[in-house]
């Protein structure tokens, strides 16, 4: 009876005596819920500054990385849109055919046809221009039996039997050919999904790195404060006090943190666009740079993710590292 009655007078006295210091009311009553925190009960010390700058920094390589995914998707899309309109019609001079007249034949055709909104021939300098990165100076080129190319581009929401227009072409031009760019188009998006899936694989490695420096900076704070803890848990706090306490922290600094990341982010994006951009609001190199705003809002599913993970990994670290004491 003695001692119980002095273990009891002991827990009053740490409860009145240490209650103010770390902001806790109720010294008659120092459960969980007379512990009311009015300042930090785990000081923050150096460690925090560090984690922030972590935090952020990862944050700002997890929207590069997301933005990079969502601006290879965009233009992925208007690639393929744009090929899947299109088509080209080859006419090679074989055995002295009248090139110009098939083309003619060609275009009165196609121009006939109301699913076509543009048809146009390239002239010969412009075809020779074209193979020139490869063959050398277009005067060399003169000489050579150069095709004769038809750029068609199809209407809005129109479609077309290609076997079909292939044989009404053979026709008439006996020395065309029809190109649908099908090999391109399937080119550049197999491309693109490989970007937007190292994209993906960066945010999710990118979140796996913060989750692991979130515990171990959480282990840290415990390590370093375990008189506090101590304290704590003889006046009667609980463990989800405690790790309510530090993950409010982490919940802060986390927040803070990855807004930071997402700006710096922004700006970055923003710095690209400006710099591929001529100033008369054309995109004349690395079109894929320049993200619309709506892009912006996607982005801040990032430091929002951010900052849960890091509450939530700084939380089930606490009450893991607390539980062999109960």
Not at 192 to 209: F, N, Y
Not at 295 to 302: N, S, T
Request: hydrophobic share 50%.
């Amino acid at each position: 009876m003695i001692r119980g009655w002095r273990k009891q007078g002991l827990s009053q006295a740490l409860a009145n005596g240490i209650g103010q210091r770390f902001g806790l009311t109720g010294p008659n009553s120092p459960g969980d819920d007379a512990l009311t925190p009015s300042t930090d009960l785990m000081p923050r010390g150096r460690g925090g500054a560090a984690l922030g700058v972590v935090v952020a920094g990862m944050c700002y390589l997890a929207c590069l990385a997301l933005g990079g995914a969502l601006l290879t998707s965009d233009a992925s899309r208007a690639w393929t849109r744009d090929l899947d309109r299109a088509l080209t019609i080859q006419i090679v001079p074989r055995g002295g055919a009248d090139v110009e007249a098939e083309a003619q034949a060609v275009i009165a055709l196609m121009e006939a046809d109301p699913a076509f909104a543009r048809v146009e021939a390239l002239s010969q300098s412009a075809s020779a221009a074209l193979i020139e990165p490869w063959l050398g100076n277009a005067d060399a080129l003169m000489g050579l039996p150069v095709p004769l190319l038809i750029h068609a581009d199809l209407a809005e929401g129109a479609s077309v039997d290609l076997e079909m227009l292939r044989a009404r072409i053979r026709t008439i031009a006996p020395n065309a050919t029809l190109d649908t760019h099908a090999r391109w188009r399937d080119e550049l998006a197999g491309a693109a999904t490989v970007v937007e899936l190292v994209g993906l694989g960066i945010l999710a490695l990118v979140a796996l790195t913060t989750a692991a420096i979130v515990v171990f900076a959480t282990r840290s704070a415990l390590a370093a404060n375990r008189d506090t803890v101590e304290v704590l848990h003889l006046i009667g706090a609980r463990d989800s006090f405690i790790a309510g306490e530090v993950q409010r922290q982490f919940l802060d600094t986390g927040l803070k943190a990855s807004l930071g990341g997402w700006a710096a982010a922004a700006v970055t994006f923003m710095v690209f666009g400006m710099a591929a951009s001529d100033g008369t609001g054309d995109v004349t190199l690395l079109p894929q740079l320049q993200m619309p705003w709506t892009h912006y809002l996607i982005l801040l599913a990032v430091p929002v993710a951010a900052t849960a993970l890091t509450a939530i990994a700084a939380r089930m670290t606490v009450m893991r590292a607390l539980a062999p004491t109960l």
